[in-house]
């Protein structure tokens, strides 16, 4: 690039240096000077909002499952007198003084099933999370911006001639840009279940025999003196599991994001410009020369920021064109192409992409010759 803008500022002193030594007096008295607006065209945009800059919540995580857990957990027995929440009882401590056995319990009706006492404890948790995606967003637009010229004849033949001249452009549009990509997606899990603490008598199916159950549906003498069914505590087991688990989810899209990007561009361009006289007020110019244009975008994302990037751009430049111009003013009009020019890399903390360069232009001009 270096070398390109190096070659760029010498064939522009050149030129300058030809002029003044060179210099035809037969279409102008001197320099000319002319100011006018340029429009750009063909300038697509594709840029993406990069998804590890879209700025979402921290997940979100809670329930009360461990509490679920820890309750069950207390469910247990280790050979003392132990009290359960549904009322029954076991105490080792009897009439009898058997170790290992008890008459001294009690099941309330409707606690045993098969022998167990099953005690639940329902939990529910609800998380939340946040996914983030990318995307692309395209445009193609147009920029308006006033030019200024500086011409002068370097040589003469006939109705032909050929000038040297250096033009200036610039260019501001806010919101050059317009386009949407990105965004996140929020996701709400929600989960209910219950924790079980099963409480297996066991006893040789001694709670199978009818006396073992008492009128009321209840189990045990539920007494210190007795008599009534044995349990034999070596074969009371307590054991915890969870049971099934209903998980549903709900999802939520936030975006897509909007992408706006102020574009500003500085057009430098030395060129010849070979003419031919139509008549003696109106002429056909061409233009083949080189160009550097200093381009820079500040692109803004919604709900993320703002940021931007900038870069040059070496080039050839090519076009056709007609002058008026009588008593010393000039005006006229050329349509010209860019050349060998690039895209501009678009890369910021939160947008990637690129925008190709505005390769077709129309210069409209008025002058005066000094």
Known sequence: MNKHIAMILAGGLACAAYAEDGFQKDLSTGWRFSVGPQFNFNANGRIGVKSGAISVPAPVFGGNRSAAQASGDKVSFDGERKTFPNGAYIDPDDAAG???ETWNWH??????DGGVMSFSYGYSEHSIVYDTFGGNAKDDNYSVGIGFGLDRTV?????????????FSFFRKENWFKGSAGGYVRTDTYTEGTYHADVDLGN????????AQNPDGSYGAGSFDGPGPVLNLDEISVSHRYGEESVS?????????????DLQMYEFQWALKPYYELTDWFVVRGTVGVGLDYRSIDVKVSGAGSASDHDWDCYMIAGLGGMFHWKGVCMGADFLRKVFDSDMDVNTRYVEGSISNASWMLRAYVGYEF
Do not use: Q
Request: proline share 7%; charged share 15%; net charge neutral.
């Open 98 to 100: 058997v170790s290992g």
């Open 204 to 211: 040789g199916g001694v709670l199978e025999n009818p006396w």
């Open 249 to 261: 989810t709900a999802t939520t899209s936030y975006g897509p994001l909007s992408i706006r990007g």
């Open 107 to 112: 099941v309330p009706a409707g606690e045993l």
């Open 155 to 167: 040589w003469k033949y006939g109705k032909s001639g050929v000038d040297a001249g250096f033009n």
